[in-house]
């Protein structure tokens, strides 16, 4: 059975975030969909990692931007993986899963990241399975200016009605925002303008229980994977809502 929901980052509960290892665990589970953070390296390579910095995750310290490509394969992540590039994990997951891509953008702090980006979705020929999604709405207008065709999605800090216009200018499918954000009407507005809700990270129990009783349509994104994965099989309202 296919579990309908965003694995986050991969399965960082029992793998390093946004590794190889961790993205292949969430295919193994069977998601639908998986999230994963990109960035561009000095020379201008998109790379796979959530923070700006490698200090948290890696034996290395500095930003990413101040480092090449090969400098950051010098490093290691949990003593065993390397940063992987956009490229090796699209290859990985390529025909597998839906790649929800949130590009790491603020402001200037990397210019060419979506053409970067989308260059790497093109030739790697997982357009159909890829998803471009950002905080900086910006470079969502940047993404829909470079490519018409690709999905796009926003991510919000908050309750936003505002933005269903930008949206919907701009074709974005999926809204991402948190779940003490969300009420049944903001959930309705959503449905109204064809998107799909994205209440946040979903990690405890009651909050899971709360998705499926009151917003069994949201797409929920998780560290957790088996215990979604254990509700989903056992609630046939999840399925019934898809």
Known sequence: ?????????????????????????????????????????????????????IDRLSDGKGFIRDYT?????????????????????????????????ELKQAGDMYPNLEEATLNVVYSTDTLEQSQIISFDHFSLMRTRELDKDIELGALCSGNMPHVFPF?????????????????????????????????????????MEIIADKYPAALVTTDELERWADLYKSNPKLRLEV
């Open 167 to 207: 949206m919907k200018e701009m074709r974005c499918t999926f809204l991402g925002s948190q779940l003490k954000f969300l009420t049944p009407v903001y959930d309705k507005l959503m449905r109204d303008n064809g998107i799909i809700c994205g209440p946040g990270v979903i990690n405890s129990m009651e909050e």
């Open 69 to 101: 490509l090969k400098e950051l394969k010098q490093f290691s992540i949990g003593g065993t993986e390397t940063i992987p590039t956009l490229e090796e994990t699209m290859d990985l997951l390529k025909g597998k899963i839906k790649v929800l891509i």
């Open 1 to 53: 059975m296919k579990i309908r929901g965003i694995a986050h980052r991969g399965y960082p509960r029992k793998f390093p975030e946004n590794t190889l290892s961790s993205f292949q665990a969430a295919c193994d589970l069977n998601f639908t969909h998986l999230e994963l953070d990109v960035h561009l390296s000095k020379d201008g390579v998109p790379v796979v990692t959530h923070d700006y910095s």
